[in-house]
């Protein structure tokens, strides 16, 4: 197959897919003359004709089913050979997007994702930084530096260390507790909380250990942080009666997919020697 033939089956499917050709044509970032160009010449070459229109917009003709299906085929076919040329790329060039908490995106993986591209600049980095965990199987990002007790959902990966957490406060007596919500209210802290103190004594909250900090910094309450993140507060001290044992793993991982991607394989392995001095001491 021509590399023509190929561009017309990207064009055909995508009007299949998105019902018309202006939707198509947003899809694939070109003018709606180009599609209906591109729909024609297919239908043209091949001396057929692939849709009917209706009142929603283009409609696959019936007799044209095995067409579509021979055409998703070559298009599967095409797809898994640029995913096979992207992985026997043995060098370091390419985009790699990151996914962490806003805590370790604001003040850790900044720094060693600086020193990374000084040594390997044909990298070009997106970190990506939400407390939410980010679902790989659909490609939001290719890493994840994330703490959690595990890995699910078809991840591969290696622990860097372990986040220690402790209980902060600005040095008043007898504050209440700072409520961890959001994605934070299934981590291990919130879970002590939810055990060990009743309701009355937990005020308002966040959903962010960064502003957590903040809250408690200016005197609203006492807080679960990252050791990480409230050590570097000057106002805040911690609480010697911290629960014992209050540790997470820290993994760096990714899909199995694409854990023999050169340039995955090497920024993954380029984040583990970096964390691990910075949270070795506090490894499970």
């Given at each position: ?111 060693i994702l600086r020193r990374i591209s000084e040594r390997f600049p044909g990298l070009d980095f997106t970190l990506l930084s939400n407390n939410t965990h980010h679902d790989l199987t659909r490609l939001t990002a290719d890493i994840v530096v994330r703490p959690s007790p595990g890995l699910d959902g078809g991840l591969t990966g290696l622990k860097a260390g372990a986040l220690r957490f402790a209980v902060y406060h600005d040095g008043t007596p007898g504050q209440k507790w700072l409520a961890l919500q959001g994605a934070l209210d299934k981590s ?97």
């Open positions: 197959m021509n590399k023509e033939n190929w561009d017309d089956i990207r064009y055909v499917l995508a009007v299949r897919r998105h019902g018309s050709l202006n939707a198509a044509a947003t899809a694939l970032n070109v003018t709606h003359a180009t599609v209906l160009r591109r729909v024609a010449a297919f239908e043209q070459r091949h001396a057929c004709h692939l849709f009917g229109k209706a009142t929603s917009g283009y409609a696959p003709r019936p007799e044209t089913q095995q067409i579509f299906a021979a055409m998703e085929d070559v298009e599967n076919a095409v797809l898994a050979l640029d995913r096979t040329i992207a992985g026997a790329d043995r060098s370091p060039v390419g985009k790699v997007r990151i996914a962490s908490t806003d805590s370790l995106c604001q003040i850790v993986l900044p720094g291990k802290p919130a879970q002590w909380m939810a055990d060990n103190i009743a309701p009355a004594s937990i005020i308002s909250g966040a959903d962010s250990f960064l502003v957590l900090r903040q809250m408690a910094a200016e005197g609203a309450g006492r807080t679960f942080l990252p050791t990480f993140v409230g050590d570097a507060e000057p106002r805040l001290q911690r609480d010697p009666e911290t629960p014992p044992g209050m540790t997470v793993p820290l993994w760096v991982a990714m899909l199995e997919e694409i854990a023999h991607t050169p340039r995955f394989t090497l920024v993954r392995d380029q984040l583990l020697a970096r964390l691990k001095p910075l949270f070795a001491a506090e490894r499970t």
